[in-house]
């Protein structure tokens, strides 16, 4: 069964270090999202993106947050200047259409220190 | 996006069929309705989909009644490893975008 693929699977940064987590989607999906889980939170929306843009995006995903996919494989999340409440799961997800369920990779679990 | 309400926590055993019970209740006529599983420090995984009446695939069936404005995901002889937390999610997924809002879901438990 195809899957997303994340990398790291943990990251430890200090507070205002940048950082990109990585995720390689399923190869014919064509729609692409990152979502969040602090601990023992609910699973909270960031961004979704279509067509080499962002389609949507929640008001957690301010000027810290950027994606991209630079090469046709890869899908990225930057976040600059890591906060201490940045700590989470962060999970990417892929879609080939609207109406199909989203594949969710295992996820980056990112403690800032 | 409709709200939906569904149970915090379910007990079961081995071997019984266990049914979660949704509510929503401002369904609108486009609105699919979706439940995902997540295991602890996984992603969430994709269970069913459906939009009325009944679905049923090879890990579950899921129950729309005419009015649409609940649903129940059937789970068939639940084993240990279903100890999960489902979530319920009602959206019109085919729009741009497409997010998915989750809430607190349902943490089921199923015991030996």
């Known amino acids: 069964e195809p899957e997303v693929t994340q990398t790291p699977s943990h990251q430890v940064t200090q507070m205002g270090q940048e950082v990109i987590l990585r995720c390689v989607p399923i190869?014919?999906?064509?729609?692409f999202y990152w979502y969040r889980q602090i601990l023992g939170q609910k699973v909270e929306f960031l961004v979704s993106f279509y067509n080499n843009e962002i389609s949507e995006k929640s008001e957690i995903f301010d000027d810290q947050f950027s994606v991209e996919r630079p090469d046709g494989s890869n899908f990225t999340l930057k976040i600059r200047s890591t906060k201490l409440e940045d700590s989470a799961m962060y999970f990417c997800?892929?879609?080939?259409?609207?109406?199909?369920?989203?594949?969710f990779g295992s996820g980056t679990r990112l403690t800032v220190v | 996006l409709a709200k939906t309400t569904q149970p915090i926590s379910m007990d079961s055993y081995e071997g019984q069929e266990v049914n979660i019970t949704c509510s929503h209740n401002?369904?609108?006529?486009?609105?699919?309705i979706t439940w995902y599983q997540q295991f602890p420090s996984q992603g969430p995984r994709f269970i069913i989909q459906g939009y009325k009446t009944k679905v049923t695939n090879e890990v579950a069936s899921l129950f729309i009644p005419a009015d649409r404005k609940s649903s129940t995901l059937s789970l068939p002889r639940v084993s240990l490893s279903d100890t999960a937390v489902y979530y319920c999610l009602v959206g019109a997924i085919y729009n741009q975008g497409g997010k998915l809002i989750f809430g607190q879901g349902t943490e089921l438990s199923v015991k030996p």
């Open positions: 190869s014919n999906h064509l729609y």
């Open positions: 401002n369904i609108a006529t486009n609105d699919y």
């Open positions: 997800a892929s879609s080939f259409g609207q109406t199909n369920g989203y594949t």
